[in-house]
């Protein structure tokens, strides 16, 4: 949870820099955007079920990471602002889905004495690991720019991807995905 925590927060607060400064869209249009985001991010949420059941809880976990990373990949090869506006969007549609399933299988495993408590260390985490990855981002950005940054968030979600479905086979005692 810890690495997709920090692939969330390391470019969604700097998306807007990034579709105005380097892809040169004006203020009103990514208003829009962002709205269409929203409105695409609540249709793709409510869809997540649905993958989690066709695909397993952990594996629909995995899909959705795998489906960010590429989204962000993507992104990162684009100068064209039409196409770069539909990956951003494929990327918020991808981004949040996992998060059900994360809290889902997190307090499915944890007694129901304790799961307050998990819930709220989950959050007090969270929220440090999204300052730390928010700030470093940043000055990564400010360094080197969008795209090789973008890389390596997709690869960083990737990386959370694949650690996340070893990790909870491994807990499982079943083969690694």
Known sequence: MALWTAVLASFTPFANVYLSRDLHISLSKIGLIFS???????CVGLLTPLIFRRLGLVNGIVATQVATAAGLGCLAGTHDARL??????????????????????????????????????????NALLQSCATAGAGML????????????????????ALFFGTLVARA?????L
């Open 36 to 42: 269409a985001a929203q409105a695409i991010q609540l």
């Open 84 to 125: 770069a506006v539909a990956l951003y969007l494929s990327f918020s549609a991808t981004q949040w889905m996992s998060s059900p399933g994360l809290y889902n299988l997190l307090m499915s495993r944890v007694p129901d004495a304790e799961r307050s408590t998990a819930s709220a260390m989950t959050m007090f985490c």
């Open 141 to 160: 950005f400010a360094q080197f720019g969008y795209p090789r940054v973008l890389v390596g968030i997709a690869a960083l979600a990737l990386t959370a």
């Open 172 to 176: 499982d005692g079943r083969a690694a």
